[in-house]
């Protein structure tokens, strides 16, 4: 499917303009991190414009990418400045600034803090046994839909204590909003999964209990209960998320290590660096795509900004680039430290990036006990998809039972 392609407007200089999709790009089919960074550092500027996906700006560098996304005043979160964010129910709290953006955030962190997601740990441990008790004897798996569709969305689905066996239906919403080029395409089925969350709260209401829609049903915000909207909007960013983030991260992160063999060893025989090499592996193989919005007409680092200008920032690449690491294409676990931008910077900083480490930790932990090695079980590429969030299409591994 083609994305829409707008004309340059008049006022952006010829020097400025890069043809690039972030949803199509032939460089996302395949390795799109390694190609997608080579073909942007080398040939576009740190900001660009491109006429896809109905004309937007896109930064590929993450030392500007930083001082603009903690500048929401001119960077704006809110739909009003970028229509292609205007979704009903809206994105909460990410489609909102400070002061309201702290406020909603407030609402999520209870069961998202360190202390919070440190309690999960012996279940979420238990769920990766049971899904590596469940694959190991047949020596072979598609991991993205025998483990990534199960593992991290079965966890998110306890915390909302959503029926499991609808985890189909949802994983269709979400993946339809990260990976579609249309606007319209993306916003029905954010209107599906805000349906799907609307009958949710309606039956908890009348039953609630201790799980996360029952906790926003309980909250409020500035001295007064949350409305309808707020309530599946904190909601249909929660979804999202877990259905549909840590699935591909962790799906990038096990082609990673079936692709490097040395790496997986160095990890089996030392497991004390599986946290380092968490944070390395996601500062190469990071998943999302966030947005913001120009608040007005301004000038900032030479670019032309016009208010309402959509502005993508491809935190894929700042990993990858030069500008916050020494030797960015080494992988080196033994890192001091691993700067990146998988779970995005300033305030809008993912809520949910300690549950998704403990995950991330916890199932490597599991899967390195019990398998001394694995591969691809696939001659040639692993094919991707760019979009909102980047993900392979599948991953087939195998290993000797």
């Known amino acids: 499917m083609d994305s829409d392609t707008l004309p340059v407007p008049s006022h952006i200089p010829p020097s400025l303009v890069y043809d690039f999709d972030y949803f199509l790009a032939p460089e996302l089919t395949y390795r799109p991190h390694q190609r997608a960074?080579?073909?942007?550092?080398?040939?576009?500027p740190e900001i660009f414009w491109t006429p896809r996906n109905n004309g937007h700006w896109i930064v590929t560098r993450a030392t500007v990418a930083q001082e603009m996304l903690r500048q929401t005043d001119l960077f704006s979160s809110r739909s009003e400045f970028n229509k292609e964010r205007n979704f009903d129910p809206p994105m909460l709290?990410?489609?909102?600034?400070?002061?309201?953006?702290t406020e909603y955030r407030k609402i999520l962190n209870p069961f998202l803090t360190p202390g919070a997601v440190a309690k999960m740990e012996?279940?979420?441990?238990?769920?990766?046994?049971?899904?590596?008790?469940?694959?190991?004897p047949n020596g072979r798996c598609d991991f993205v839909k025998e483990v990534g569709q199960r593992f991290p969305i079965t966890i998110f689905l306890r915390l909302v204590n959503a029926p499991y066996e609808d985890r189909h239906r949802l994983i269709k919403c979400a993946e339809g909003y990260t990976r579609s080029a249309l606007f319209e395409d993306r916003l029905a089925h954010v209107r599906q999964l805000g349906a799907y969350i609307r009958e949710l709260f309606e039956e908890r209401r009348k039953n609630l209990g201790t799980d996360m829609l029952s906790h926003i049903i309980r909250s409020s915000i500035f001295d007064r209960p949350l409305n309808q909207r707020?309530?599946?909007?904190?909601?249909?960013?929660?979804?999202?998320?877990?259905?549909?983030?840590?699935k591909s991260a962790l799906s990038f992160t096990m082609l990673y290590l079936a692709r490097n063999p040395d790496k997986y060893n160095q990890l089996r025989d030392n497991p004390a660096l599986i946290r380092p090499a968490i944070e390395e592996i996601l500062r190469t193989n990071g998943v999302s795509v966030p947005e913001r919005g120009a608040t007005g007409d301004f000038d900032y680092n030479g670019v032309p900004f016009r208010r309402g200008d959509r502005i993508v920032f491809m935190?894929?690449?700042?990993?990858y680039g030069d500008q916050i690491n020494s030797?960015?294409?080494?992988?080196?676990f033994t890192r001091d430290i691993s700067l990146h931008y998988a779970f995005g910077a300033g305030p809008?900083?993912?809520?949910?990036?300690?549950?998704?480490?403990?995950?991330?930790?916890?199932f490597l932990e599991e899967w390195i006990s019990r398998f001394p090695s694995f591969r691809v079980d696939q001659e040639g590429e692993i094919a991707t998809a760019g979009g909102i969030v980047w993900a392979p299409d599948a991953l087939p591994l195998a290993w000797d039972v």
């Not at 030797?327 to 080196?332: A, F, G, R």
Request: with cysteine; aromatic share 4%.
């Open 315 to 319: 935190v894929q690449l700042y990993g």
């Open 327 to 332: 030797n960015p294409e080494l992988v080196d």
């Open 93 to 101: 709290p990410i489609q909102a600034d400070p002061p309201d953006h």
């Open 348 to 362: 809008h900083r993912c809520v949910g990036s300690h549950l998704a480490r403990l995950e991330f930790r916890i």
């Open 230 to 246: 707020e309530e599946e909007g904190l909601a249909t960013l929660l979804f999202l998320g877990g259905l549909d983030t840590v």
């Open 37 to 44: 960074t080579a073909l942007l550092h080398k040939n576009a």
């Open 122 to 136: 012996a279940d979420i441990r238990a769920l990766a046994r049971q899904i590596i008790d469940d694959i190991q």
